[in-house]
């Protein structure tokens, strides 16, 4: 169906019915994302209500990321089949009735199972949601503003998940923030659901069952790749698990393209992600998972294991970071966007982010939160509010209604294996740099200790000799800590630097190419 057939309904729904609209998938966006990392502050207290393991803690968040990243190709698919205000409607009671389901688990069998159930519903939600984006909202100004709305959604999300869950759980309890959920979706159906397009049937372009392989190959692949980077971030990236399910997911990547190549009917058209504009939105969106996942989790244990936060005032610490985000995400995709277009946004938006990595990478053992991480975050919030409105709207360039769904898929699904890699990665790397400091400097720890026992002239098994020891102890755990994060966000530095590089090369190279 082309764009010019779906105006007319969209004129009908009038200016207040899709304000609505707006709202209300402004509202899933924002449950979507939160999702990720609400519960991530709560894991202590939950832990010790369940008696969850050490090992087991980790699976409370990767069984929502699993689902999500395995299965939202499979979602893209759906949302073209049983059309978006039906897919919207399930995947949200969906995710409400999964969430009510983790909120009340009594055990830590039955919390996984939730969370994997919204990681699913979820997988639907997020492709829906910009489907529904691009079918109402057909003219250029007015979709560049609402996908600079939906660019700042999608930041802050992560962020406001940290200050909810703290809140939640200091306040409440760790269920709260997964009971959440219910009232989310019950307000967003209450304020937008009679006003989505009538379209609700599908097109009628085929089964769940078409290249019934592809599906396959291509779900496997998702999930073979975040399982192989999430064994990375628990045992390290030379593990035999981690080898195994990375190479696992690039031989059946490969399988999943050869196999779209020859299908009558393929679950991934190859031209989709094949040109240049929607190409460059794809790496944007797994450039920024990486950096916002992997920098979110570095600040997090930043704020509450050196500067002593509580989780309330962690969350808290984001506030400067979400104005920022939003403020910039809603002028940019209002006047920037327009003008610079996703070749000058993406480059510009990465570049502020590099700034922001490179104040955040002076971290040291004395430095305040004003200082350094404040500015630093609020840059890294404009940096983010340049790229997140671009890559949602570049993602869905020139597509046809009937192929959006699977577009927004592959905007999801390159923002949750993104997010894994920069978790993997950054989590991997802290821990060596951290360790090769403290080995590094552990002789000289030792020699200050041995001067300070003949200064005090104490044993080390006295009192006086124990607390001195424990003090230089703890000293070099701390510095080490901090020197993880300054490589850690130097390392992040490095990585979005190179990304504008590359990606002003390839605007250069493509605008050289349409000249000729």
């Keep these: 169906m082309s764009q010019a057939a779906t105006a007319p309904e969209v004129t009908a729904t009038g200016r207040g019915g899709r304000r609505r609209i707006v709202l209300s998938l402004v509202l899933t966006q924002l449950m979507i994302v939160l999702d990720m990392t609400i519960v991530v502050i709560a894991l202590p207290h939950l832990q010790a209500d369940l008696g969850i393991t050490d090992a087991q803690r980790s699976w409370v968040v990767t069984a929502y990321s699993l689902a999500f990243g395995g299965l939202v190709l499979f979602g893209g698919r759906l949302t073209v089949l049983l059309g978006m205000r039906r897919s919207y409607r399930i995947g949200q009671l969906g995710f409400a009735a999964a969430s009510l389901a983790a909120g009340l688990a009594p055990s830590f069998a039955v919390l996984v199972t939730a969370r994997a159930l919204q990681g699913m519903f979820a997988a639907l939600l997020a492709p829906t949601n910009l489907a529904l984006v691009n079918a109402v909202f057909i003219e250029k100004r007015e979709r560049d503003r609402i996908f600079g709305v939906f660019g700042a959604t999608a930041g802050l999300g992560a962020a406001a998940g940290l200050l909810i869950g703290g809140a939640l759980t200091d306040w409440l309890s760790w269920r709260w923030s997964l009971y959440i959920n219910v009232g989310i979706v019950a307000c967003s159906l209450l304020v937008g659901s009679r006003h989505l397009p009538a379209r609700g049937k599908g097109d009628?372009?085929?089964?769940?069952?078409?290249?019934?392989?592809?599906?396959?190959?291509?779900?496997?692949?998702?999930?073979?790749?975040?399982?192989?980077?999430?064994?990375?971030?628990?045992?390290?990236?030379?593990?035999?698990?981690?080898?195994?399910?990375?190479?696992?997911?690039?031989?059946?990547?490969?399988?999943?393209?050869?196999?779209?190549?020859?299908?009558?009917?393929?679950?991934?058209?190859?031209?989709?992600?094949?040109?240049a504009t929607r190409a460059g939105a794809y790496a944007s969106q797994f450039i920024m998972g990486a950096a916002q996942m992997g920098s979110f989790i570095a600040l997090t244990y930043y704020v509450q294991q050196h500067l002593g936060y509580s989780p309330v005032t962690a969350g808290l610490a984001f506030l400067p970071l979400s104005a920022a985000l939003i403020i910039t995400a809603v002028m940019a995709g209002q006047f920037f966007v327009p003008r610079l277009g996703a070749g000058g946004m993406i480059p510009l938006g990465f570049a502020v982010q590099a700034v922001s990595f490179i104040i955040l990478s002076r971290v040291a053992v004395d430095s305040s939160f004003v200082s350094i991480a404040l500015p630093g975050t609020i840059v890294f919030g404009i940096g983010m509010g340049l790229v997140n409105p671009v890559t949602f709207n570049a993602g869905t360039h020139r597509v046809p209604e009937r192929h959006i769904g699977l577009a927004s898929a592959l905007l999801s699904a390159a923002q949750q294996i993104g997010g894994s890699f920069g978790v993997a990665l950054l989590t991997t790397y802290a821990s060596r740099t951290g360790h090769d400091y403290a080995a590094s400097h552990a002789d000289a720890v030792r020699a200050t200790g041995v001067r300070e026992l003949m200064e005090a002239g104490a044993t080390p098994d006295s009192p006086q000799g124990q607390a001195i020891i424990a003090r230089l102890t703890a000293g070099l755990a701390d510095a080490s800590r901090i020197h993880a994060y300054s490589s850690s966000f130097t390392l992040l530095a490095c990585i979005v630097t190179g990304s504008a590089v590359i990606m002003v090369v390839a605007v250069l190279a493509l605008r050289r190419r349409r000249g000729r």
């Design 204 to 275: 009628g372009v085929g089964r769940v069952g078409d290249d019934l392989v592809g599906l396959l190959l291509g779900c496997g692949a998702c999930f073979s790749v975040v399982f192989g980077l999430d064994r990375a971030e628990q045992g390290g990236w030379r593990t035999t698990a981690t080898i195994a399910w990375l190479v696992a997911g690039a031989v059946l990547a490969v399988a999943f393209i050869a196999r779209e190549r020859l299908a009558a009917s393929p679950v991934l058209p190859l031209w989709l992600p094949s040109d």
